[in-house]
């Protein structure tokens, strides 16, 4: 009887822990969106070309001599001889970068989005065609051929006095599907007895758990994590196989690592962002400031009515210094963001000021965090 009553103790005391448990939030994600397959990786392309059609916003030619060359070249291809001594000036063709990205496992025949950015003078690639452009890579070899209609979505005017107003940037565009894939790029996904995760983040915390939920879910010693960012999985060798076993690990839902406590702050644009984690030891912070305010005007002094002298203008110089009361506040030991936040509004520090505030702490040694300033 006493055994029994053990045992149904014991088993209340676990659905209680399942049900603590169940209750916690647990911030887990999906493997996919934490990490990536090497190997498995995308490539970069790029390509020269001519885009023609322009309305009188190509290149001038006269300071574009690259572009002259580029024409001559063409139509020699196609039987057109144009004499060397000739220095045709076209305004509707200009000069062109492409590049685009090969997604990984793309087939000859698919097509890829390309992006086209002049490299002369042009003042507008609107309205624009592109012409037959192969697209390297880095080994050389071309992998894809764009050409197609520019997508533009900025636009230029300008005035005969040199005035001009441009919206967005009209010298660049996009052609959706504008590249068509000619050659594959091998992969060794199917290769080896392993595959390798490499997370988007570096850290140690989610590596681990990575390698621990894997091993729970296919059995110990399925997965091994190598460093702070790569885990490395047994697979199976049959490329099918494989695929749906990458698919599972995928699905594969862990709770990541906290991030590391930093303080990153933009010191063009003034924007300061505070992580979650940081925190600050017992500190006392004064904040003020001053501001001197000087005015320049002019004076004029006249004379008596029956004076001698000379109406003459006298400046005057007024000088204000404002001084508002400094406010000291305390930061308590191991506050949270929000009490960060709330304490600095309540004495009405701006952007900047909070920046100063900051540095201080982390020269006093208060701040428990990575100041980082780009």
Do not use: C, W
Not at 88 to 115: M, R, W, Y
């Amino acid at each position: 009887m006493d055994l029994q009553r053990i045992k149904i103790l014991a088993l209340m005391a676990a659905l209680t822990a399942a049900l603590v448990l169940s209750a916690t939030p647990v911030r887990a994600e999906r493997v996919k969106d934490l990490a990536s397959v090497s190997g498995v990786r995308t490539n970069q392309l790029v390509g020269y070309g001519l885009v023609v059609g322009l309305d009188g916003t190509g290149d001038q030619t006269s300071q574009a001599p690259f572009t002259i060359q580029s024409i001559k070249n063409m139509l020699a291809q196609f039987g057109v001889t144009v004499p060397p001594e000739s220095n045709p000036q076209l305004k509707n063709v200009a000069a062109v970068t492409v590049h685009a990205e090969l997604p990984p496992f793309s087939k000859p025949g698919q097509t890829i989005d390309v992006s086209v950015s002049s490299i002369g003078n042009a003042g507008s690639l609107r309205g624009g065609t592109l012409l037959l452009a192969p697209l390297r890579g880095a080994d050389g070899e071309v992998y894809a051929m764009a050409q197609g209609s520019l997508i533009v979505s900025g636009f230029g005017v300008s005035g005969r006095d040199g005035s001009r107003i441009a919206v967005n940037v009209p010298s660049g565009g996009r052609i959706p599907g504008g590249a068509t894939v000619e050659r594959e790029v091998r992969s060794n996904f199917a290769m080896g007895q392993t595959v390798t995760l490499n997370l988007n983040s570096p850290d140690f915390t989610t590596a681990t758990r990575l390698a621990e939920g894997i091993n729970r879910m296919l059995g110990a010693g399925t997965a091994a994590a190598i460093d702070a960012v790569s885990v490395q999985v047994l697979a199976p060798a049959d490329p099918s196989q494989r695929i749906a076993y990458v698919s599972t690990l995928e699905q594969l839902e862990i709770q990541p690592g906290e991030a590391p406590a930093r303080v990153i702050i933009n010191s063009r644009t003034g924007t300061v962002v505070i992580g979650s984690n940081v925190r600050v030891l017992p500190a006392a912070v004064s904040h003020g400031s001053l501001s001197v305010t000087i005015t320049e005007r002019t004076e004029v002094n006249q004379p008596n009515a029956f004076g001698t002298g000379q109406t003459v203008e006298v400046p005057r110089s007024e000088i204000e210094i404002d001084q508002p009361k400094a406010r000291m506040f305390k930061f308590e030991a191991g506050v949270n963001l929000d009490a960060i936040v709330d304490a600095v509004n309540r004495v009405g520090a701006a952007p900047g000021d909070l920046v100063a505030i900051l540095e201080a702490l982390k020269q006093a040694g208060a701040l428990r965090a990575e100041l980082i300033v780009i």
